[in-house]
């Protein structure tokens, strides 16, 4: 069963015709980029690509209407892909951005990527306790992998063959015969409905367990089969599902997975636990029977033979650890330590490579957040006027970064100008509940660099909304409200203390008290699951399309109360609940913008967050001793796993060049 659907033009599929002019050359090429990679076809559901015309036990009835989805339905396909059809048919041999003939073997020594500074388990799905990094980016496969070379296009890996249902009612996935596990058991239906349910229990984290809530039930159609049957229809919980961790269901013998801790993951990925010092050390070893080894999908992935990982206690003794050789890899997240700091006789001999990795992803949001449960901060006009008080272009001084104006950074779907008739369609139900800057023009922070007085003049403006919002500089020099109160912020930082003077000294200025408190990774956790904190800074992550399930983490209405959810601002509005569904809904590249770009407005508008920054690069430092492969992936990170658009190129692709025996494979 197809569905016909119009053809869109590459440019007209992300820009209307009299908005393209406006967005810049920035946008504009991204917008050529992504529009390259979106040419769409005339008929993308049902289309039937290397694919088995064959049904599982649940297709759906042919008198079932036709529906206009932007993914392929109704046939058995090796991959999945959102808006357009796969880059790499069926009969592939490798991803083009590897080395099909890499050498395996050495040693990858990392340090800790993000702000975790020690492990106390082994379980990566759960809320209690931290995990290493390195158990979701080596020891635990999916049902499907994403290719770092295109938007969204998930290709079987567990799974070598996937069926949507034409109506969205379910999806399938046969399971690849030579799939294994680490104990050598064959991956069954049983396991993934098994890692399904438990993945929907207590006590596991929110970005997990939410996800699934619009599945119905799991079932095992025959020994190879499983089918998910869905409440939500939709191409978000299809690439949800797909992308679902599974491990055996013999891993923790029984326990729910709230109780597994130190436990020895059972699991399908390349690497196994060889040896653990918990609190800060462990080392992988490459399975010598890894069953995917030979996958097109994994064909030049995984080529050190060990990896060693190393934790510390903040990032001055990482830079100093990994100057002395301690570890290979280091992505700097300071523009300052990384002008200053990543330098000297080292780099100048090319011992260490300096290298800003180019990447073609979205950025959405880094910025410091506000939480709204708090009654100071739930006034717009607060909220505003501590954004004003944030000097970004003294904080860029050396001109490293972007100041972020949008959720939706460096890419088409971030606002621009006066919004089309299409996001004014989406916006004018919840005009009463939502500031009037959000039918004008498109968010832009105010700038301190425009003439000498503009920080003076922005701060005269912050004082003055403080006061029409009730609060006013007392004969003490602290701003208070009508009770006599003292506003105060403290800001909870477990990483990076000091880079907020300017920040502080114009609170002050403002009769604002601000409280830097440190914390370690550990406790910091813990108060961000309770909410227990004023202001802190969230880095969202990158992106290539907006991803519903993602954005009602961080900003659905039913989040906000959940413990340990990512809705860290504490947003409830029924305009973001509606706005995210419509994104969901989409099912043209037009209606995706629309609805993305009127979200974005209704975010920036509303100053939930002070905007920060994003970069178009990944400042990176790399010992010189890799091979690395001769195609660069356009959208990737360095070091994490944070979603299925910063899959880790450089851990997963480079080799060690000391083995190589023969040029590099094209």
Do not use: C
């Not at 922070?445 to 004082?463: F, G, V």
């Not at 990158?542 to 039913?558: A, D, H, I």
């Not at 706005?579 to 099912?587: F, S, V």
Request: glycine share 6%; no cysteine.
């Amino acid at each position: 069963m197809t569905a016909a659907r119009p053809t869109l033009s590459p440019l007209s599929a992300f820009r209307r015709r009299n908005v393209l002019p406006s967005i810049g050359r920035r946008h504009a090429v991204m917008a050529a980029l992504l529009a390259a990679a979106f040419a769409l076809q005339p008929t993308l559901s049902g289309v039937a690509i290397a694919a088995t015309p064959a049904s599982p036990a649940k297709a759906a009835d042919a008198a079932t209407p036709a529906l206009v989805v932007p993914i392929q339905t109704g046939v058995w396909t090796h991959a999945l892909s959102a808006y357009q059809p796969p880059k790499y048919p069926a009969n592939f041999t490798h991803f083009e951005y590897v080395n099909p003939s890499a050498p395996k073997g050495g040693k990858l020594r990392l340090a800790n990527p993000d702000r975790r500074s020690s492990f106390d388990k082994l379980n990566p799905f759960t809320i209690k306790g931290v995990a290493p990094a390195a158990m979701e980016i080596f020891v635990f496969e999916r049902l499907g992998t994403f290719a770092m070379d295109e938007p969204k296009s998930m290709y079987g890996l567990l799974a070598e063959s996937m069926f949507v249902a034409p109506d969205l009612s379910s999806i399938s996935f046969r399971i690849h015969p030579l799939a294994r596990f680490s104990n050598g058991d064959p991956v069954l239906p049983d396991d993934v409905i098994d890692s399904f349910n438990r993945l929907k229990g207590k006590l596991v984290l929110p970005n997990y367990g939410s996800p699934l809530l619009g599945v119905e039930r799991a079932v095992s159609v025959d020994a190879k089969t499983v089918r998910f049957d869905l409440k939500e229809r939709s191409i978000d919980i299809i690439f949800t599902l797909g992308d679902m961790p599974i491990f055996s269901r013999k891993w923790g013998a029984g326990k729910p997975l709230s109780e597994v801790v130190t436990d020895q993951p059972i699991a399908s990925g390349p690497y196994t636990m060889s040896s653990m010092k918990m609190p800060s050390r462990f080392e992988l070893q490459l399975n010598p029977k890894y069953w995917a080894k030979d996958l097109p999908v994994r064909r030049g992935h995984f080529n050190f033979e060990q990896i060693a990982y190393r934790m510390y206690k903040d990032r001055d003794v990482t830079r100093e650890a990994f100057k002395a050789g301690e570890f290979d890899i280091m992505r700097e997240l300071s523009a300052r330590s990384y002008a200053r700091q990543h330098t000297g006789p080292k780099w100048d001999s090319g011992q260490i490579i300096k290298s800003r990795l180019g990447v073609d992803t979205g950025a959405m949001l880094q910025a410091i957040n506000l939480n709204l449960r708090l009654p100071r901060f739930q006034d717009v006009r607060v909220r505003e006027a501590i954004s004003l008080a944030w000097d970004f272009e003294n904080y860029n001084r050396l001109g490293t970064f972007v100041r972020a104006n949008s959720m939706f950074n460096n890419t088409p779907f971030a606002a621009e100008g006066l919004p089309s008739a299409a996001e004014l369609a989406l916006l004018e139900p919840f005009r009463a509940s939502l500031p009037k800057e959000v039918f004008g023009t498109a968010f832009r922070a105010a700038r301190n660099d425009t003439h000498p007085n503009a920080l003076r003049e922005n701060l005269k403006r912050a004082a003055k909304l403080l006061s029409e919002a009730g609060w006013n500089i007392a004969a003490d020099g602290k701003l208070r409200n009508a009770k006599g109160e003292a506003f105060s912020i403290e800001f909870l930082e477990p990483s990076s203390p000091g880079r907020f003077v300017e920040f502080e000294r114009n609170l002050k200025i403002l009769g604002i008290e601000f409280k830097e408190r440190l914390v370690d990774f550990a406790l910091f956790r813990k108060r961000l699951e309770v909410f227990d904190y004023d202001m802190i800074i969230i880095v969202e992550g990158k992106f290539t399309l907006p991803n519903p399930s993602n954005l009602r983490q961080s900003y659905g209405s039913k989040e906000a109360d959940q413990k340990a959810s990512f809705n860290y601002r504490g947003v409830k509005s029924p305009a973001v609940d509606a706005l995210i569904e419509r994104i969901k809904a989409a099912t043209t590249m037009d209606e995706l913008t629309a609805a993305s770009r009127a979200l974005d407005r209704v975010v920036m508008w509303n100053h939930w967050q002070i905007p920060m920054l994003f970069t178009r690069s990944e400042p990176t430092s790399y010992w010189n001793k890799f091979g690395i492969p001769n195609v660069k992936a356009r959208f990737f990170s360095v070091d994490t796993l944070l979603d299925v658009h910063s899959l880790p190129w450089p851990l997963w692709t480079w080799w060690d060049k000391s083995l190589d025996t023969q040029p590099v494979a094209k």
